[in-house]
């Protein structure tokens, strides 16, 4: 077998596998093994929810024209049918855009993050995260070298002062800041929601310290309480916000349907940049993605994993109360998919991974949300497993932890 080490770019020798690719290789080798693990991993969706007799009906009537377009190449910023029924959803959450120019449709939202990345971030630039943050888009950013300033997340999220005066000494030392990443709504993975006085105060920094933002919202519409507030794309003024959101949390992580809104020459630039490693996005997926915009499926499927989502996370809560350290603290999220715990500082999540996972239950240790170690803390996933599968894997998880304790 060639041993491909000195070949291999940079950038190629930083690709190694994360948490989820190693816990997922050691279940699936246990599984085959016989073995049941529990996954409160990653952010999946509820598979009985799953549209699927929607997304069957859909292709069982399409016309003919339909099918040669689906089969085809196509533009890269995606379909016009597709683009117009974003246009239409995002601007019932208050952000204006022109689906001919505006928008492209992406293979998720992660490509979203990467495509911003290429598009705007050069080694050194100051990147705006919060601490802890999406791991996924930690990566993402980390391919361009650039350094991170971390603001903490507090029960409201991001802690608009410490931004402010982290700000204030980056530019007294004569540096600046180029880019806010920034997930408001129910954010990952802590499932904070930012409230109103902070959205706007970020959107003044924005101006005051020529910010770009880019703001991530998989979740929002994963709301247990009330509606969606409004994202910072429809309070901005300048363009000042690259937004992006997905099909994966409220229809299907399958179809790989994301997009991105930005203004018109910018989105020409991430056009250029998708064209270079996926030419497109997928024709069946799109279709159907427009399709159940226009049906309506999409506004339906909404409510139905709220209630689902809502009646799990009423589950986890309950599990953990009865099976969790009392030295354990977590949040109650209002929406989302994820329970952010804290453990006593000599609890390290990351080293008990493996032997959770032996034991029959995975999750993600805390570390991986942070630019630097910090390793008392652990994400928890309510969308995947079922209510039965939570309560026990959260019993399994409890009686480890007050062994660690
Ligand atoms: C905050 C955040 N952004 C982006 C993504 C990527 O989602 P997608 O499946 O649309 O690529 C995720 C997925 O979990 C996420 O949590």
């Known amino acids: 077998m060639q041993d491909y080490d000195r070949f291999y770019s940079k950038l190629g020798r930083s690709f190694k596998p994360g948490v989820l690719t190693t816990v997922v290789l050691k279940a699936f080798d246990l599984m085959k093994q016989g073995k049941k693990i529990i996954s409160l991993t990653g952010g999946s969706y509820d598979v009985p929810s799953m549209p699927w007799q929607e997304v069957k009906s859909i292709f069982a009537e399409a016309p003919c024209e339909a099918w040669s377009e689906m089969l085809q190449y196509g533009n890269t910023t995606g379909t016009p049918q597709l683009r117009a029924e974003l246009a239409k959803f995002m601007a019932e959450a208050s952000i204006e855009s022109d689906p001919d120019s505006e928008i492209i449709v992406t293979t998720g939202s992660q490509e979203a993050i990467d495509l911003v990345t290429r598009v705007f971030i050069d080694p050194g630039d100051v990147i705006i995260v919060g601490a802890p943050t999406y791991l996924s888009a930690l990566s993402a950013f980390k391919q361009m070298d650039p350094d991170f300033m971390e603001v903490p997340i507090d029960a ?98 399958g179809m790989r349907v994301g997009w991105l809104k930005g203004e018109g020459e910018c989105i020409a630039k991430m056009a250029e940049a998708k064209s270079r490693i996926s030419i497109m996005n997928d024709g069946l997926a799109q279709y159907a993605a427009a399709e159940m915009f226009r049906r309506g499926d999409v506004a339906r499927q909404i409510p139905k994993v709220i209630g689902v989502y809502r009646k799990k996370r009423d589950v986890m809560l309950e599990s953990m109360e009865t099976s969790f350290p009392k030295e354990a603290e977590w949040n109650d999220p209002r929406g989302g998919l994820f329970l952010w715990v804290k453990m006593p500082e000599h609890v390290n999540t990351t080293e008990i991974l493996m032997e959770a996972v032996d034991r029959g239950v995975a999750y993600i240790p805390g570390s991986n949300f942070f630019t630097r170690p910090v390793h008392n803390y652990i994400r928890l996933n309510y969308s995947l497993p079922s209510e039965a599968d939570i309560v026990e894997g959260i019993q399994i998880f409890g009686d480890l932890l007050k062994e660690k304790i």
């Open 156 to 253: 409201d999220g991001m802690d608009v002062d410490v931004m402010e005066s982290k700000l204030k000494r980056l530019k007294a030392d004569g540096g600046s800041a180029k880019l806010l990443y920034v997930i408001p709504s129910f954010q990952n993975p802590t499932s904070t929601m930012l409230p109103m006085e902070r959205r706007k105060r970020i959107l003044e920094l924005a101006e005051e310290y020529d910010l770009l933002i880019m703001e991530d919202n998989p979740y929002g519409y994963i709301s247990f309480e009330g509606p969606m507030p409004t994202p910072l794309a429809g309070m901005d003024k300048s363009g000042r916000v690259l937004y992006t959101s997905t099909f994966s949390k409220i229809v299907s992580p």
